[in-house]
């Protein structure tokens, strides 16, 4: 199982901090914004004498609460279709365990989220990339190459939408195209959609969950953390209509006894929270956006394009070799004593060669760390000697 | 995957607690004693901005503090061996991941703790039981026995100690014939020794680790659930003096990002707990171990060992099938408006036809409840149509 590509460079960049460099992270997915007070309080107030197991698929409560949650995204469920699990990594897990046997094989269109193939591996389940690319703005490939990719080992499709690390947010017409092609196929369709709140377009966000006649199909990959600043619960959930499917995720749910106790306090809490706090979140993400990609592109040879969901952005850098870039930025570069620290390319492709030139940037930091980062990247790319003119 | 067969029952319980009928919770190792009172007030006093990620192997200062921890207990570490894990149940997904491949066998002492088997299963990894018996105290099977069922598929070994379901507690002699089986034929030792703090003799626990020359077989699946009563924190460690084996797990440990942040603060908290809670603990188990043995084998044809260690016994009953028993006492009986719920204890043993006499019972309520239920299982055994006299 290979290291993580956006862990692997840690080691370079505790090196500068130690060298007394500050390191602007726009490498990870934790963001800077507020946990609402509600979540927070709720956890200050517990009034329990006992921290014990919930229920293996979340506390009813909560369940019943999601349900109104989805409604107001309007996704109907009832709460025996939503599953609380650790966090949306566990929904994934799950979902593979379920979903799929060693030997069989999922299409990923790429660049995509890294996590995701490490437990695939694992368990002997082949990822069979299709390439989107960023001439295409990152768009779903289309259908005659998913065609060409299915073999009777295919069982599944597996999508982020809006996505990581492209932030390209999936059209209601790309989700009918997929929907076919599950259906002709008899496939499941895994859609993760844990920025579905982060959505920068007026089309908004159309669920799989949403597709007609894939009542069977579809299970969704879900998550607080993103949501609401608060990635440390690990607090996600598995959705889907599929009985079977449900009830096969409940023994692997049973199996690890329960979700995290004080995350669901924290998550129920959170399903409080004022329209204002949404709506507030959005708007800062938007502008970081709007900053980020006006600054990228005026530095000479980078290209990104605006990222329509999510809070990540694939950039285009003029280099040959975006790892060593990353690298070398921590180990031997700095401006006015600080560094940047991304995540190469190449470590969200499956396909070897793809996303050399490339970089996930995410826009987690205020407007202001952006700017100085924004600097750092200029400056940095005027001096790197691996650059292509 | 077959359902847990300690949650099987849970229909006919809702429906006996529709009937209102109060049910002694027999069958489940969630304890009624208070968590410390320190970890709930760490909870309390939060003062954090927002609930973030935490490091993928767990707070530094958690690992740390675990060091002093094990000290204590005789086991030197450095907090590199230790890596926090979501509970004792990602700990021992994690240990199954790292250590087998599909097709690679293990070997568990039956009755065993059935959650293991669902993971393994998902995983293709075979569990091959060697048969522990009531007859002979649940002690570990000899050397002959493990030796004919070795392969050259076999990859591991794995032991609960003390023993959750039998309340067996391994002598440093049977550990010393585990290591020379182990070492002979290059296995992974596998050591659950969640219980660790309930053992009822003056022999104490040794553990695997300490087993010399075991320093890259021995796997150490450890949790904070029972020790400090706060099961549904869901923090455990996955412990190895084996680098790559760690290393391995820590790969597995950034795909799902981190173990849970809330629960993390309220595990650093119990580790402060006065010596005067563990005492308590120690002898409120005692006494209940004492109170219901006693009153089992008090029942004419019931039988109970005297566990030495965990919460558990495996008790003999005089019926055909206990698990048609467990089932019939919650939908068919009542005594006084109460019943009591049990796991039977053919779902603990892997080869079909073990265990049908046997129940599991977990001593994890209080003496007056334990007095009451033993009254219930005397008066159910006596009107209790499949009974063998």
Redesign the interface.
Same mark, same amino acid.
């Given at each position: &199982?290979?290291?993580?590509p956006i862990?692997k460079l840690v080691p370079y960049a505790n090196s500068a901090k130690q060298r007394g460099i500050k390191i602007y992270h726009l490498n =990870?997915g934790?963001?800077? /914004?507020? $946990?609402p007070k509600v979540? /927070?309080n709720a /956890?200050?107030? /517990?009034d329990?004498?006992?921290?014990?197991?919930?229920d293996?698929a979340g506390i009813p409560a909560l369940r019943e609460k999601l349900t109104h949650y989805y409604r107001a995204q309007n996704i109907e469920l009832s709460k025996e279709e939503i599953m609380v699990t $650790?966090?949306g990594?566990?929904a994934f =897990?799950f979902a593979f365990?379920c979903c799929f046997n060693?030997g069989d094989e999922i299409i990923i269109p790429e660049p995509f989220y890294a996590?995701y193939s *490490?437990?695939a591996n694992? &368990?002997?389940i082949n990822i069979k990339p299709i390439s989107s690319t960023f001439e295409r703005g990152f768009a779903l490939p289309t259908i005659e190459k998913f065609e060409k990719l299915i073999t009777p080992q295919t069982k599944g499709i597996f999508i982020c939408n809006p996505n990581n690390p492209t932030g390209y947010l999936y059209s209601k017409e790309e989700l009918h195209q997929l929907r076919d092609i599950v259906l002709q196929n008899n496939l499941f369709l895994l859609s993760d959609e844990v920025y579905r709140e982060f959505c920068y377009d007026e089309r908004g966000h159309f669920s799989a969950l949403n597709l007609k006649g894939l009542e069977e199909n579809v299970v969704l990959i879900d998550s607080f953390s993103k949501r609401y *600043?608060?990635?440390? =619960?690990?607090i996600g959930t598995l959705v889907s209509r599929n009985k079977e499917l449900i009830s *096969?995720a409940l023994?692997?749910a049973?199996?690890?006894?329960?979700?995290?106790?004080?995350?669901q306090i924290?998550a129920i809490a959170s399903l409080d929270v004022a329209p204002k706090y949404t709506a507030d979140v959005y708007k800062e993400y938007l502008q970081r956006r709007d900053v980020l990609v006006e600054g990228l592109n005026k530095i000479p040879g980078v290209k990104s394009l605006i990222p329509k969901g999510a809070f990540y952005t694939m950039a285009k850098l003029p280099v040959k070799d975006s790892e060593h870039f990353c690298q070398w930025i921590l180990s031997d570069f700095e401006y006015q004593g600080q560094t940047v620290m991304m995540a190469p390319g190449s470590g969200f492709y499956s396909s070897r060669y793809l996303g050399k030139d490339e970089v996930r940037i995410a826009y987690v930091l205020n407007v202001e760390e952006l700017k100085k980062a924004l600097i750092v990247i200029e400056k940095a790319l005027e001096v790197y000697p691996g650059k292509i003119n």
């Open positions: &199982m290979p290291a993580s862990r =990870i934790q963001p800077d /914004i507020h $946990t979540a /927070i /956890i200050k107030n /517990i329990r004498k006992v921290l014990e197991y919930s293996s $650790t966090g990594s566990e =897990i365990f060693p996590n *490490s437990f694992a &368990m002997g *600043s608060e990635c440390g =619960i690990r *096969s023994k692997f049973q199996a690890r006894l329960s979700p995290p106790l004080l995350g924290a």
